[in-house]
């Protein structure tokens, strides 16, 4: 890949102990990705997609290895930092929306701007903005049960994208989805690659998914396969 | 604290409020278990205050209590005629158009069944002087009339009279070996004396086979600060074998007793019922939790920190608390302030009717104790709820 790497990955592996048995997900894997990529990470159930998304995320820690994020090195943080530079370089969005049920689609996508020093009104400001760009300027009072869930995996995009991340992190999108509004958030992720510049790591089974990418990587049994330009 | 972090908290427990509705029977049953609690402790430690305060106002700073050297209560004091004359004629003694105002007064317990149970218990009758209605600054006759002395007439506490069977004006008594005719009922501020019946000393004394003989001297005296100049001519007198209390001092220390049991027994019992409800605050805590696994690991996995996390789950189960503190505090008030009733004097070995006191310390106390009990409720959840790793949380359905 390129040589301005966004994210570098130096003999990353994962280990999880289920009772007495050590279970090894993933296995040195070196990884960069370059700023303003739009990466699909493929590969069965259990090859270590999600656990390798979580890393770069900073919400889980390598068993060895590093990771370095932007010139930082985010596995040598302390939980408070890793939290704090989560909130201001990684927007999350997750298969099954995550939203908080009793807020309304506006202070859902306010939620990480609550971690700024951003006054009240700044914070709503933007929160707008962010449904505007996923096309949901009018649903911004509904509260998540009152949206279909392509529309909720919008309002997860806005509140991804409304801290202006330095990465985008997507696990299975669209996987609940059909495939219309699959489509729909697949057009809004690639517009935002394209159009915003937004570096985008995009966890699927789907191809059809995947082939939105720039780049595919194939993870089996914890170890990278092959790179292929989408 | 950072205005920042302040947002944060203020963001997440106003989310885990209004998430509440979503788990309103489980909160609904520690809320009653606290409210419980709150009772319990706020009733069984307003029958200490209603004890205390029965014989608080009964004492005057005012009135000096003689006893024999040695007794620490009437049931163990003697005094003769003769000392009673000496004790009369203290210059400290409080004169009026009658003479000092001083009541030699002789104590016998005797049987009256209960209103409530019908079963035999102990009732003071108190024989007192001609001016001992002086010496009890609020004593008032509010049925029939006083006794006629020398006659076997009684008149009767207003609280011995409602806690008691047959102590109705007009009715006979069989005390001793006479019959007694009631002629009133009186009250004094809800003193200790309203749970007696008094009647003339002198015929009490010939009805009990007791000579001339008294068992306590009250003298009402010129002011309060003659209480040490009065204890010292006296103890000073060699005539008498005297022991000297202010009625204030002599209450405080019968009412010590049973202030100290029941607030032991009523704290225990607290205590106990406070384990159980523990148990349901924790129980909805941690499912308050449980519910909210992928939320919580939501806002941790966008930067949320685990402060914000600990501290809205406590906050959740404080107002829990908050609110079953009130509720417990407005029942107990509601059932129980001003409910009279009667209890053994364990420094006389005789009933002592009283009010339940519900006071703004006692309320105050309840709540306290539900903030305290609510907030073990979520300690260990809101930990759990912050140390769970992240990863795990999400992939809670």
């Known amino acids: ?230 | 604290m950072s205005n920042n972090s302040l947002t944060q908290i203020g963001a997440i427990t106003s989310m885990n409020v209004r998430n509440m509705s979503q788990r309103a029977a489980s909160s609904i049953v520690a809320l009653i278990g606290i409210a419980g609690v709150v009772t319990v402790l706020i009733g069984v430690l307003s029958i200490a205050e209603g004890f205390r305060a029965v014989l608080e106002i009964s004492g005057s700073d005012q009135v000096a209590i003689v006893l024999r050297n040695g007794a620490t209560d009437e049931m163990g004091s003697g005094l003769t005629q003769e000392q009673t004359r000496i004790i009369a004629d203290s210059k400290q003694a409080l004169r009026d158009e009658q003479g000092p105002v001083v009541s030699p007064e002789l104590y016998v317990v005797v049987d009256v069944p209960l209103k409530s149970t019908g079963t035999a218990a102990n009732v003071p009758l108190r024989g007192v002087g001609p001016q001992a209605m002086k010496l009890r600054s609020h004593f008032k006759m509010v049925e029939g009339t006083n006794f006629t002395p020398g006659k076997f007439e009684v008149v009767v506490g207003k609280g011995a009279s409602m806690q008691f069977s047959g102590l109705t004006v007009g009715s006979q008594l069989r005390l001793g070996n006479a019959n007694w005719t009631i002629t009133g009922i009186f009250e004094d501020r809800g003193s200790v004396a309203e749970s007696e019946i008094w009647t003339d000393a002198t015929v009490l004394q010939g009805a009990y086979n007791r000579g001339t003989s008294y068992q306590s001297m009250r003298v009402k005296l010129t002011s309060a600060s003659a209480m040490q100049a009065f204890k010292d001519e006296l103890s000073t007198d060699p005539r008498l074998n005297i022991r000297v209390f202010s009625e204030k001092a002599y209450y405080a220390e019968q009412s010590k007793i049973l202030v100290t049991l029941v607030s032991t027994i009523g704290s225990a019992i607290a205590i106990l019922m406070g384990l159980g409800a523990i148990f349901a605050a924790l129980n909805t805590m941690y499912s308050a939790v449980s519910s909210r696994t992928r939320e919580i690991a939501t806002l941790r996995a966008l930067g949320f920190g685990s402060a914000p996390v600990i501290t809205s789950v406590l906050a959740e189960a404080l107002l829990i608390g908050l609110v079953g503190g009130v509720v417990g505090m407005v029942v107990s008030y509601v059932a129980f302030n001003g409910v009279r009733a009667s209890t053994m004097n364990f420094a006389t070995f005789s009933q002592l009717t009283f009010a339940f006191t519900v006071t703004p310390a006692l309320l105050v106390q309840g709540l306290i104790y539900a903030l305290i009990l609510g907030f073990i409720g979520g300690l260990l959840p809101s930990l759990r709820a912050a140390k769970l790793p992240i990863t795990t949380g999400l992939r809670e359905l």
């Open chain 1, 1 to 230: 890949m390129a040589d301005e790497s966004l994210v570098r990955l130096r003999g990353v592996a994962k280990d999880y102990k289920r009772g007495a048995e050590t279970v090894h997900v993933l296995h040195a894997l070196d990884l960069d990705i370059p700023k303003g990529d739009f990466l699909a990470l493929m590969g069965p159930s259990g090859s270590g997609k999600s656990t390798l998304l979580n890393l770069i995320g900073g919400i889980d820690r390598p068993t060895a290895g590093s990771i370095e994020i932007a010139g930082i090195r985010t596995d040598a943080m302390s939980d408070g930092d890793l939290g704090r530079w989560r909130a201001n370089h990684v927007g999350f969005v997750f298969q099954m929306y995550n939203l908080l049920p009793v807020l309304t689609a506006e202070r859902n996508v306010e939620l990480p701007l609550l971690l700024t020093k951003l006054p009240a009104a700044e914070r709503r400001k933007r929160a707008n903005a962010a449904l505007g760009l996923v096309g949901l300027s009018e649903r911004a009072q509904h509260k998540p049960r009152e949206l279909s869930g392509g529309q909720e995996q919008r309002v997860g995009i806005a509140r991804a994208i409304v801290s202006d991340p330095t990465l985008l992190l997507c696990d299975e999108p669209t996987g609940d989805l059909d495939r219309k509004s699959g489509d729909e958030i697949l057009d809004l992720l690639q517009a935002l690659n394209q159009q915003q510049g937004k570096t985008i790591i995009m966890v699927t089974h789907d191809p059809h998914a995947a082939a939105r990418a720039k780049h595919v990587l194939h993870l089996n049994k914890g170890q990278l396969g092959r790179e292929a330009a989408a």
